[in-house]
């Protein structure tokens, strides 16, 4: 089984699963799929899950493990048989299954858990403007570039953009550390680490839902009111993330040397909807002037 030929599958290994499977769970669903070659199932199942990874056109991210050559995430998962199928979303375990199930059963599970076909990415919009790129393919086309022009600075900053956009962010942060003056304070340069901030500090969080209990028990726990904002942010959720750092504003503006002020500026830089920038903006500064 391979997954070079379709961009929503890949290979995850102990070094990359951090990155490529828990930081990429939080914008969008990974399922884990454990296998081994000699595994007769996974050569049943295998091929319906990389079929549904095409036609859902990254709904949701198929990740091989396999078991052979990973023992050390097979044990960390607890795998007892295989194949075992397993779904992260937010960082966390939510669901899984053990051994093989029918197509409509796997459309079934992907179901219950908000996961639909997204529309194919060949497809042009009602206005018709261009298919968005797909980021994987940039990164190999990047590569490739950057391979033929290592001093090209330029080249470089749109590999980490690309890299950031899988969730590679450790090559990304590797990268931009790497970048030459004139580009270190690009503006671009200054957006992706603005996303890196807010992905290191969603990292190990609690599930979004004992965090919304937390602030429910006690609406002052700035804690996890920053946790919570900036995995709504990172969940396209962007109007609730930002509200809850204006809350967090308004009850204590020196938290933590001024958290919620730094995390609101960090959001600003990452979220492309200039008119709810423009408001939160407006917000920030009458609650600071």
């Known amino acids: 089984m391979t997954a070079d030929a379709n961009p929503h599958v890949f290979d995850a290994t102990a070094d990359n699963f951090q990155d490529d499977v828990l930081q990429r769970s939080l914008q969008v669903p990974v399922l884990v799929d454990f296998w081994a070659e000699w595994c007769g199932p996974c050569k049943t199942l295998g091929p319906v899950l990389e079929k549904l990874a095409a036609e859902y056109n990254g709904a949701f991210l198929l990740a091989k493990v396999d078991v052979d050559k990973e023992q050390q995430l097979a044990a960390a998962f607890q795998v007892r048989s295989i194949p075992t199928v397993y779904l992260v ?158 809350e967090m504003l308004r009850r204590d503006r020196a938290y933590e040397d001024g958290l919620a002020r730094r995390t609101l500026i960090d959001a600003f830089r990452v979220v492309q909807d200039d008119d709810l920038v423009g408001r939160y903006r407006r917000k920030m500064s009458s609650l600071l002037f």
């Not at 209990?213 to 109007?239: C, Y």
């Open 89 to 246: 979303k937010d960082g966390q375990l939510a669901d899984g299954f053990p051994g093989v199930i029918p197509e409509g059963t796997l459309r079934e599970f992907l179901k219950t858990h908000g996961i639909e076909p997204a529309a194919a990415a060949d497809e042009p919009d009602a206005a018709g403007d261009a298919a968005p790129i797909d980021p994987h393919a940039e990164v190999v086309r990047l590569r490739h570039a950057v391979s033929e022009k290592p001093d090209d600075g330029a080249l470089k900053l749109d590999l980490a953009l690309a890299l950031l956009r899988t969730g590679a962010t450790a090559e990304a942060e590797q990268l931009l550390d790497a970048l030459p003056a004139n580009l270190a304070t690009d503006d671009r340069t200054e957006r992706a680490r603005a996303h890196l901030r807010l992905l290191a500090a969603a990292k190990d969080a609690p599930p979004a839902d004992v965090l919304e209990a937390a602030i429910g028990a006690d609406a002052g726990d700035l804690r996890a009111r920053h946790l919570l904002a900036v995995q709504r942010l990172l969940a396209g959720r962007e109007d609730e993330g930002l509200e809850h750092l204006i």
